[in-house]
């Protein structure tokens, strides 16, 4: 699949399924910047490529429409943005929960996600194209214990903010996907309040997976708009 010459710009390339798009993206001719909090991980998944890295804090909205600008100094014109930031807590629960950890999550995953597309929107609709794919959960589809009180609440915050926008900027010619992922073997794991064994990350979804469908979205037709797209590992459950 070829996508030569495409600006990308992925938010949380240095890890988990924004590593794999990034490198995936990359492979298919794509012109590919990454942004994270540590350049270290946003080297290694440029490594052998010529991805190219930029720190960034998108709780930081000074940082955020930095990135951005410096990112289209890179490679030109932003054809697709991809926000694949966001993090986790290990106390889940509203017992265990602190209030700093609710404002951490929600800065990252909700305030962070209205920062990078109050940053990239504006060029896309001056030039009525562009496509905007938020990497959610299937916890923005669903209020599951399993992801916690905070996380929940902030994808679907997600959720909201990329359908609403999604129909605002529509006849401007720009399309927003939200995509919801099962669970997938990425560093977020860790996290869990319980271990994951080794043979359960081997059997649910690997980054690599998620890519493929990454790709596939991106190589779409401009006037394809997927407004949607939950998908999961065959062993869980769909609620």
């Known amino acids: 699949m070829q996508l030569s010459g495409l600006g990308v710009?992925?938010?949380?390339?240095?890890?988990?399924?924004?590593q794999a798009s990034a490198r995936a993206l990359a492979k298919a001719g794509a012109k590919v910047v990454i942004g994270g909090r540590r350049m270290s991980a946003l080297e290694e998944t440029a490594a052998g490529t010529e991805i190219a890295c930029l720190e960034i804090d998108v709780a930081s909205r000074e940082s955020t429409n930095g990135f951005f600008a410096q990112a289209t100094e890179q490679v030109g014109q932003l054809d697709v943005m991809?926000?694949?930031?966001g993090i986790n807590i290990k106390n889940r629960s509203m017992a265990e929960m602190q209030p700093e950890q609710w404002d951490q999550v929600l800065a990252i995953n909700a305030t962070g996600a209205y920062n990078c597309l109050h940053a990239v929107l504006p060029a896309m609709r001056a030039r009525r194209d562009g496509l905007i794919i938020n990497i959610s959960s299937v916890a923005g589809k669903r209020a599951i214990a399993l992801g916690g009180i905070a996380y929940s609440a902030s994808k679907f915050a997600m959720t909201s903010l990329g359908t609403c926008v999604a129909n605002e900027v529509a006849e401007d010619g720009v399309r927003v996907t939200n995509v919801y992922p099962g669970e997938v073997n990425t560093p977020l794991?860790?996290?869990?309040?319980?271990?994951?064994?080794?043979?359960h990350k081997e059997r649910i979804l690997q980054p690599e997976d998620v890519a493929e469908l990454i790709v596939a979205l991106v190589a779409l037709p401009k006037a394809l708009h997927v407004p949607e797209l939950v998908f999961k590992p065959i062993s869980q459950q769909w609620f």
Do not use: D, F, K, Y
């Open 9 to 18: 710009v992925i938010v949380g390339g240095g890890t988990g399924m924004g």
């Open 82 to 85: 991809i926000n694949a930031a």
């Open 189 to 199: 794991l860790e996290q869990r309040p319980a271990p994951v064994s080794e043979e």
